[in-house]
């Protein structure tokens, strides 16, 4: 994500810090509790209602552990979305943990 993104989420009121995530509360404790998970993980409001776009979350999300996503959208997203989506799983490079979905 580029710098201006990141301001705009932090003046929007998401934190800075110890966080990743995109700063918006996500713990490197968490990443690497999903990570050692051996069930499968869904993540949820990984778009945080808008606040990221959807290939920056959806490629966030299934490089740090998740199997699944769920993602609220309305009906003239989901095409995009969906297209997002699939091109995010084609061209994930860095995802660590083992699929379980």
Same mark, same amino acid.
């Given at each position: 994500m580029d710098e201006k993104t990141k301001e705009t989420?932090?003046?929007?009121?998401?934190?800075?810090? &110890?966080e990743t995530?995109?700063?918006?509360?996500?713990?490197?404790?968490t990443v690497e509790f999903v990570?050692?998970? &051996?069930?499968?993980?869904?993540?949820y409001k990984i778009l945080a209602a808008g606040a990221i776009?959807?290939?920056d979350g959806f490629k966030w999300a299934f490089e740090n552990g998740a199997d699944f996503?769920?993602?609220?959208?309305?009906?003239?997203?989901?095409?995009?979305?969906?297209?997002?989506?699939?091109?995010?799983l084609n061209g994930l490079t860095s995802r660590k943990r083992e699929w379980f979905g």
């Amino acid at each position: 994500m580029d710098e201006k993104t990141k301001e705009t989420f932090y003046k929007r009121g998401f934190t800075q810090g &110890k966080e990743t995530g995109l700063g918006l509360g996500i713990t490197e404790e968490t990443v690497e509790f999903v990570n050692k998970a &051996k069930v499968p993980v869904m993540g949820y409001k990984i778009l945080a209602a808008g606040a990221i776009e959807p290939k920056d979350g959806f490629k966030w999300a299934f490089e740090n552990g998740a199997d699944f996503i769920c993602v609220g959208m309305f009906d003239f997203q989901i095409v995009k979305d969906v297209n997002i989506c699939l091109d995010t799983l084609n061209g994930l490079t860095s995802r660590k943990r083992e699929w379980f979905g």
